[in-house]
């Protein structure tokens, strides 16, 4: 299963790649491999990709609660503040981080949406 998963990252068109963190973060057993998965996809030059992968964490936080969170935090932070198009996504990810997590990431960007 992680081959076909890198396999997909390494050879993947866009649309798989938008979905991948979602399968990962939402299915895949090891949140580790998920979560690093995700935060690779992060750093896409595509919005969709990468808005997409901040779901993918937060997925993760759902299905598995647990992530890194000083690997995860600069990660969304950045993403929110790169992209305008997704930032709901991104928006909506760092909610339901901070809801599963206990954390209070972008605290005063989720009051002002």
């Known amino acids: 299963m992680k081959d076909d998963v890198i396999q997909t990252l390494n050879n993947g068109n866009e649309s798989e790649l938008a979905l991948l963190s979602l399968g990962v973060g939402e299915y895949f ?3 580790k ?8 996809l992060a750093s896409s030059e595509d919005e969709k990709i990468s808005a997409n992968a901040c779901l993918g964490l937060a997925y993760v936080a759902r299905t598995k609660k647990k992530l890194e969170k000083h690997l995860v935090k ?3 932070i950045r993403e929110l503040r790169r992209y305008q198009e ?3 996504r991104i928006l909506d990810a760092i909610a339901d981080i901070n809801r599963h997590m206990g954390w209070n990431l972008a605290y005063k ?3 002002n949406e």
């Open 29 to 31: 057993p090891d949140w």
């Open 33 to 40: 491999f998920a979560q690093d998965i995700c935060l690779r």
């Open 74 to 76: 600069p990660v969304l």
């Open 86 to 88: 997704f930032k709901w």
């Open 109 to 111: 960007h989720l009051d």
